[in-house]
């Protein structure tokens, strides 16, 4: 199996769990991965700090970060041949700035570039509800070849805890990316 080169974008919308769970397991798939990059807006620290009460983020050594604003990140250009972005959450700014081309940083540029390459972009959208903008901007995105993944958990797993909560999603992310991963099966034992 060819190992994945993965960048992890975090916006500021609420749902900071999502991207923690998915760093977490992103460290228990490390021989599937060659490179995970990771961009986190300002936002996207302020509210990890208000929702999981701690700046854990900066615990994940494992990972590269990159500043928002460092277009000289590798996966700011198409010849670095990230296979994979995931925005976890996603914001509705975000989004439209990506669906409408406007490369004003690291995410959107990179967004920008996986779409124009014909790479996987998978958009973990959490806000509620969507007005028609967002609706609009989600087809666009889709249209061009992205996948929108709103951050809508399942129960039928009998999750006990928010992380399991959170992780029905993740599960559901990491397998849209192409990662072999256990994780619960509807029906399957």
């Given at each position: 199996?060819?190992?994945k ?18 760093f977490?397991?992103?460290?228990k ?17 302020a509210?990890w ?23 000289n990140?590798?996966?700011?250009s ?27 940083d ?34 666009m995105i889709?249209?061009?070849?992205g ?26 992310v ?5 990662f ?10």
């Open positions: 199996m060819m190992k080169k993965v960048i992890v974008a975090v916006t500021g919308a609420s749902g900071s769990i999502y991207a923690k769970v998915l977490d397991q992103l460290l798939l490390r021989d599937q991965i060659e490179a995970v990059g990771i961009v986190m807006s300002d936002n996207a620290k509210v700090q208000f929702e999981l009460g701690n700046q854990d983020y900066n615990q994940f050594t494992a990972f590269t970060f990159y500043n928002k604003n460092d277009f990140a590798p996966f700011a198409g010849s670095a041949k990230y296979d994979t972005m995931i925005i976890v959450p996603c914001s509705m700014g975000t989004l439209g700035r990506i669906a409408h081309g406007i490369s004003n690291l995410i959107s540029r990179a967004a920008d570039v996986v779409l124009k390459e014909r790479r996987k972009l998978i958009a973990v959208v959490r806000d509620t509800p969507f007005s028609l903008i967002h609706i609009n901007n989600m087809k889709t249209e061009a070849g996948i929108i993944c709103p951050a809508n958990p399942s129960f039928y797993s009998l999750p006990q805890t928010i992380e399991e909560v959170a992780g029905t999603v993740v599960s559901r990491l397998d849209l990316a192409g072999e991963q256990d994780s619960y099966r509807w029906q399957e034992k």
